[in-house]
T-cell receptor, first 116, second 115 residues
Framework: DSGVTQTPKHLITATGQRVTLRCSPRSGDLSVYWYQQSLDQGLQFLIQYYNGEERAKGNILERFSAQQFPDLHSELNLSSLELGDSALYFC???????????????FGEGSRLTVL | AQKITQTQPGMFVQEKEAVTLDCTYDTSDPSYGLFWYKQPSSGEMIFLIYQGSYDQQNATEGRYSLNFQKARKSANLVISASQLGDSAMYFCAMKASGGSYIPTFGRGTSLIVHP
């Protein structure tokens, strides 16, 4: 158990809909990362938050948004869903705020999204 | 830009034998870190081992060791005494200052351990 909690584990929805994925980082970790894993794109970095502030942005679509709340949990909002958004969405947390150190990312079990 | 390449889409190994999973990387940053993660069929990503670019010795964690060859820009994972539970996808990742220390992942290698 990594200590990172993601909900829901599975989600099935229709095209055009909006969903919210939730992540609670490990106790004490201030940094949260979101990754998307699909068969054709592999593991793609979406966005990073540190202590409530956006720190880095990757290949995140404009239809997607995220935030980190004062209690440090994070939510990833996916809207106007398309078939191609079907993927496994991972949240990861790290104790190292800058990312420079040796601290690895601790991943949650992921939220598997299926868009029909 | 940083890049991770895993050229072996699939590997097979006999139980109790050792196996090497290849990983090459590309970065112009002098300071970087290399990771290996395991993803079993259940889906979670499990951290295995870390190697810093300035570390003098190869990292080891139990049956896992990282064969770090800086000049060749390779960071191969060696699993000794393979077990059936080692069957999984294995991902190599790198973080460097040029990428804001955000880990970039390779496409992965599927390892199947035969009894």
């Amino acid at each position: 158990d990594s200590g990172v909690t993601q909900t829901p584990k599975h989600l099935i929805t229709a095209t055009g809909q909006r969903v919210t994925l939730r992540c609670s980082p490990r106790s004490g970790d201030l940094s949260v990362y979101w990754y998307q894993q699909s068969l054709d794109q592999g593991l793609q970095f979406l966005i990073q938050y540190y202590n409530g502030e956006e720190r880095a942005k990757g290949n995140i679509l404009e239809r997607f948004s995220a935030q980190q709340f004062p209690d440090l949990h994070s939510e990833l909002n996916l809207s106007s869903l398309e078939l191609g958004d079907s993927a496994l969405y991972f949240c990861a947390s790290s104790v190292d705020p800058s990312g420079k150190g040796t601290g690895e990312l601790f991943f949650g079990e992921g939220s598997r999204l299926t868009v029909l | 830009a940083q890049k991770i390449t895993q050229t072996q889409p699939g590997m097979f190994v006999q139980e109790k034998e050792a196996v090497t999973l290849d990983c090459t990387y590309d970065t112009s940053d002098p300071s970087y870190g290399l990771f290996w993660y395991k993803q079993p069929s259940s889906g979670e990503m499990i951290f295995l081992i870390y190697q810093g670019s300035y570390d003098q010795q190869n990292a080891t964690e139990g049956r896992y060791s990282l064969n770090f060859q800086k000049a060749r820009k390779s960071a191969n994972l060696v699993i000794s005494a393979s077990q059936l539970g080692d069957s999984a996808m294995y991902f190599c990742a790198m973080k460097a200052s040029g990428g804001s220390y955000i880990p970039t992942f390779g496409r992965g290698t599927s390892l199947i351990v035969h009894p």
